[in-house]
């Protein structure tokens, strides 16, 4: 039984790794202010497909980490009942 949950577990925190630094990298193109005219109105549709791109990761971060610590505890959890019971 520990073999499948390690198996889902590891797939699920390296798919949370992944989006985490994809976020990461989309992050560091974010502007926190910008001050445009009509000739860099290209940067206001750029900056507004990094957020639209930003929150349509972010529930898939939040399900990912809360599925990864979900399985750590309970694989921990299964770990020391059968420790204390054996």
Known sequence: ???????LWAGLTVVLIVLLIY???LSMHEDDQLFLGN???HMAKEQQ???????RIEPWVK?????????FFLIAGI??????NI
């Open 63 to 71: 399900v990912c980490g809360a599925g990864s610590a979900l399985l």
């Open 23 to 25: 976020r990461s990298t």
């Open 39 to 41: 000739s860099e109105a």
């Open 49 to 55: 497909d990094l957020i639209v791109k930003m929150n």
């Open 1 to 7: 039984m520990m073999a499948p949950l390690l198996i």
């Open 79 to 84: 770990m020391l009942y059968s420790r204390f």
